[in-house]
């Protein structure tokens, strides 16, 4: 097959650039200062600020996504009802959402003077520059990647597998929760790792909804753009801890989908 | 006793059955592809609805469309056999047998899925995951898991189909001892009758919804109603007119030529049906000295070798199929483009009026 030897170079060329371009800059943020540098950067006060607020937000976030957005797509892969389609096009709709135009929605619709500003001021709760504020927006923006992935992990399954449950006594809760759930629970994992990813990186819709309050809404991507014009080495540690925690989530969603990190996963 | 009565339509197919099963009786529903066997099934376990109709059990209502009734799947304690089997891959097989024993009390439920399993010789296995099992292991602990809800009915979706041929007749044993046991009704379907008349005490034949013909498998394959029956049972269907013939004997001109003669009575369209192994085949030119009065020149256009048996394909003007002693079909030396006499009796000939 010598005719397309040229043909395999052009592919082995585009992925080399492919592979390049996208990992550069990421090797570039743990060698432009070095790790001596990097480390004693993070003894900045707000920088560990920063990260546990982020944290301790995504993981609020991912609790409520994870208990709504459970049930919420069961319902979605299993039953068929009117208006189902219209469902799964609205809950996907955040994922094409700018997130800035994210922000000044839930400006709108649950800030002072929006849509359910009323009604969430005489709940007692404050969103808008407050971290409550940092995890309605985060679980907005991150919710539809678990919903979807969910939906799909459960759309999957054998129906037999739950219609066995059902005739060996399972009423439809238990066989969700004994079921359902643990035969779906690698894409579940998957769809969590990628929602806490999202949120992770979660910059637009946080900075226009609650702000950037050092200790209280400044998460650390936005720690990282304030650090940005004074102290760049400061920066480039903030990035690197978020390049490491992102990595981690990737490699738990591999792990936990079973497949190969290391060597030829085509199969 | 089990007793369904049930209309409702799939699709384009208007299903319309009633079927009654005995106390230890096992009852067939066989049927072609797409005839509506395994709706009816899950019309009995709860698992689908119906447009109207009844199912009862033991004297309990479970389904009832004109009173409203309708029994949720987990309430009508059916052992369903599922023809993927359905085990649970993130349980171990105790816990799976365990799954359905909810009258047990916990610390007694691995000993009673223990003695379950091992009735099924998978005892050893108890605290593997099914993933790891053949499909006939597969069928055991999916038989066992069943079993151990005490059902009150058997419902069993094509048992034996996922099973490779070797693992067959072991599993048919094994089911027919249970059902023996178990003391409860059994309706089965299968789109094969071989293993309906293997399993089952009596079948009924369902085509495009309706069943067509019940009775005990011999008496569906030495009687069949129809053209359709007789071609599910096996038979070899040639289509033909019918007339009276001499000595009260009936005579069909074959469509595309050919004559047979039949000890049953018709008159104009019929469906003549005779089992292959009721054929004989003598090499063309011989005299033909026995007493079978049909005869019908063919061609040889396949030799399928079946255990000790042969089964060997003719082209005629309507096929035919004849079933030999692999020492039968040695002998004539037969393979394809041999010109053959295929031979019967006009007692085995079956006349079914279109």
């Known amino acids: ?267 | 006793m089990l007793a369904l009565d049930v209309r409702t339509t799939v699709g384009a197919l208007g299903l319309d059955v009633r079927v009654e099963v005995e106390a230890g009786e096992c009852l067939a529903v066989a049927g072609p592809s797409g005839a509506g066997k395994t709706t009816l099934l899950r019309i009995a376990a709860g698992l689908r609805g119906a447009d109207r109709g009844r199912v009862e059990c033991g004297g309990e209502v479970w389904l009832d469309t004109a009173s409203g009734v309708s029994l949720a799947p987990e309430r009508r304690r059916v052992g369903y056999l599922f023809q993927d089997y359905a085990l649970f891959a993130n349980l171990s097989l105790w816990r799976n047998v365990a799954f359905g024993m909810d009258g047990v009390p916990r610390a007694q439920r691995r000993e009673r899925a223990l003695a379950l399993l091992d009735r099924f010789a998978m005892a050893a296995r108890a605290d593997s995951r099914p993933g790891a099992l053949s499909g006939g292991e597969r069928q055991r602990v999916a038989l066992a898991r069943a079993l151990a809800r005490r059902p009150r009915a058997l419902l069993l979706d094509e048992p034996l189909s996922a099973l490779d041929s070797r693992t067959r007749a072991g599993a048919a044993r094994e089911l027919m001892a249970l059902m023996g046991e178990a003391e409860v009704p059994a309706l089965l379907v299968t789109h094969d009758f071989g293993e309906a008349a293997l399993l089952a005490d009596r079948v009924a034949v369902i085509d495009e919804g309706r069943v067509v013909q019940a009775g005990t498998p011999a008496d569906l394959a030495g009687a069949p109603a129809s053209a359709f029956v007789a071609d599910f049972t096996g038979a070899v269907v040639l289509h033909g007119v019918a007339r009276h013939g001499d000595g009260g004997l009936t005579e069909v001109q074959l469509d595309g030529g050919g004559r047979v003669t039949s000890t049953d009575t018709a008159e104009g369209r019929v469906a003549v049906s005779v089992h292959p192994w009721e054929i004989e085949l003598e090499p063309a030119g011989a005299a033909g000295a026995g007493s079978a009065r049909n005869r019908v020149a063919a061609t040889v256009a396949a030799v399928t070798p079946l255990g000790n048996r042969t089964r060997v394909a003719l082209l005629a003007p309507q096929p035919l199929t004849a079933e030999l002693s692999r020492a039968a079909a040695d002998q004539l030396a037969l393979g394809a483009g041999v010109a053959v006499v295929a031979v019967w009796k006009a007692t085995a000939t079956r006349l079914v009026s279109l």
């Open chain 1, 1 to 267: 097959m010598t005719g397309g030897r040229w043909f395999t170079a052009v592919l082995v060329a585009s992925l080399g650039v492919a592979m390049v371009f996208l990992t550069m800059p990421l090797v570039a943020i743990f060698v432009d200062a070095g790790p001596g540098e990097l480390i004693s950067s993070l003894d900045d006060p707000g920088a560990l600020a920063a990260l546990r607020l982020s944290l301790e937000t995504t993981a609020i976030a991912l609790a409520l996504i994870l208990v709504i957005g459970t049930p919420a797509a069961w319902l979605l892969a299993t039953r068929s009802f009117p208006g189902r389609s219209l469902a799964i096009t609205l809950v996907e709709l955040p994922l094409v959402v700018p997130p800035a135009v994210a922000g000044i929605g839930l400006l709108a619709a649950v800030g002072p003077g929006g849509l359910l500003g009323d009604a969430v001021a005489s709940a007692g709760l404050e969103l808008v520059f407050q971290t409550t504020g940092v995890v309605v927006a985060l679980t907005f923006v991150a919710s539809p990647f678990y919903i979807r992935q969910a939906q799909a992990a459960f759309g999957a399954l054998e129906p037999s597998l739950m219609e066995a449950s059902r005739t060996l006594g399972a009423g439809e809760a238990r066989t969700f929760a004994r079921i359902a759930v643990p035969n779906a629970l690698p894409g579940l994992l998957a769809g969590a790792a990628l929602a806490w990813g999202r949120a992770l990186g979660e910059f637009g819709a946080t900075l226009v909804f609650a702000g950037s309050l050092g200790g209280v809404t400044q998460t650390a991507p936005l720690a990282i753009y304030e650090r940005l014009a004074g102290d760049f080495t400061a920066a480039l540690a903030l990035s690197a801890v978020l390049v490491a925690a992102s990595a981690a989530i990737l490699l738990g969603v591999k792990l936990a989908s079973g497949v190969r990190v290391l060597g030829d996963a085509r199969a």
